[in-house]
């Protein structure tokens, strides 16, 4: 059974910093194209960073050069660390796994930025 497993949420004043792990487990980690979703209620849910099998990376616009997307192959990890946070920036993340036709979602993790 494939599992996803969010940590790292909290709370952070705005221009702070704060790094989301997901654990993959129970698949073969390596092969998946890895992503960072959010989602504020009555919003419809957005990518926000994807890392592919061979770790290049895309962003949303509005977080380009705050967040970086990386993944550790050896421990089933994938990592978002969020710099310069923005109260914008406040939602839950949802850790996201897909290799056609397959994928899968963490539970998610909230973030909120606020002073």
């Known amino acids: 059974q494939v599992q996803l497993v969010e940590s790292g949420g909290g709370l952070v004043q705005p221009g702070g910093s704060l790094r989301l792990s997901c654990v993959v487990s129970?698949?073969?980690?390596?092969?998946?194209?890895m992503a960072w979703y959010r989602q504020v209620p009555g919003k419809e849910r957005e990518l926000v960073a994807s890392?592919?099998?061979?770790?290049?990376?895309n962003y949303l616009e509005s977080v380009q050069g705050r967040f970086t997307i990386t993944k550790n192959n050896a421990k089933n990890t994938v990592y978002l660390q969020m710099n310069n946070l923005k109260p914008e920036d406040t939602a839950v993340y949802y850790c996201?796994?897909?290799?056609?036709?397959?994928?899968?979602w963490g539970p998610g993790t909230q973030v909120t930025v606020s002073s």
């Open positions: 129970g698949t073969i980690f390596s092969i998946f194209t």
């Open positions: 996201h796994a897909k290799r056609d036709p397959l994928q899968y």
């Open positions: 890392i592919n099998s061979g770790a290049g990376a």
